[in-house]
Nanobody
Framework: VQLQASGGGLVQAGGSLRLSCAAS????????MGWFRQAPGKEREFVAR????????YYSDSVKGRFTISINNAQNTVYLQMNSLKFEDTARYYC???????????????WGQGTQVTVSS
């Protein structure tokens, strides 16, 4: 499995961005896809996950109601729509794949390279 994240950039507080994670290399029906983020000097933080087969989603409290994770099965792509962005959302965002339903980074076996999101206040 290979994951390629894109869509990051510089945005003003209150604005929106949509991140994409293109997956290739195998079928994904039994995979859980997650988005994580890491700011300088901080640990990697869970943001959202989606189960590929069922579409079931789960969000961290810090982004619930502002971010939406979704899947385009035809394009093997996972999206993270980010609205009402805040300065504290600034981080490098990573997509990852797991065989279990979890929010623990160490249980995600495949990671994309990350994409930088910078929110100006």
């Amino acid at each position: 499995v290979q994951l390629q994240a894109s869509g990051g950039g510089l945005v003003q507080a209150g604005g929106s961005l949509r991140l994409s994670c293109a997956a290739s290399g195998r079928t994904f029906s039994n995979v859980v896809m997650g988005w994580f983020r890491q700011a300088p000097g901080k640990e990697r933080e869970f943001v959202a996950r989606i189960t590929w087969s069922s579409g079931s989603t789960y969000y961290s409290d810090s982004v619930k109601g502002r971010f939406t994770i979704s899947i385009n099965n035809a394009q093997n792509t996972v999206y993270l729509q980010m609205n009402s962005l805040k300065f504290e959302d600034t981080a490098r965002y990573y997509c990852a794949a797991s065989r279990v339903v979890t929010t623990t980074p160490s249980l995600f076996h495949t990671w994309g390279q990350g994409t930088q999101v910078t929110v100006s206040s």
